[in-house]
């Protein structure tokens, strides 16, 4: 006879480890917080990585836009909340 598989989801499964002592990782960290300051640099709509300062962001953009034209890359400036569309002029 066929045994039926475990009917936990895998949340409950995750409850249970969490309640068992062992410290569970939240699933999202660092990038996937909030941004109070600086610049995140936007690939296609996910964040990528974050820069203190605009100038190192906009080489960043320039620098895969170059390489990668059709990729939809955007910086985010944190502290007034706008995002910046940068188009490179093709010759």
């Known amino acids: 006879m066929i045994s039926s598989p475990d009917k936990r989801s ?50 960043a953009d320039i620098q895969l836009k170059n390489r990668f034209p059709r990729l939809q890359v955007k910086i985010y400036d944190a502290e007034n909340k706008l995002s910046e569309v940068i188009e490179i002029a093709r010759a």
């Open 10 to 59: 895998f949340s409950h499964a995750r409850e249970a480890q969490a309640g068992s002592g062992s410290s569970v990782r939240p699933h999202h960290q660092g990038i996937d917080c909030p941004l109070r300051t600086g610049y995140a640099f936007i690939v296609d709509g996910h964040v990528k990585t974050t820069f203190a300062a605009k100038a190192s962001a906009l080489e």
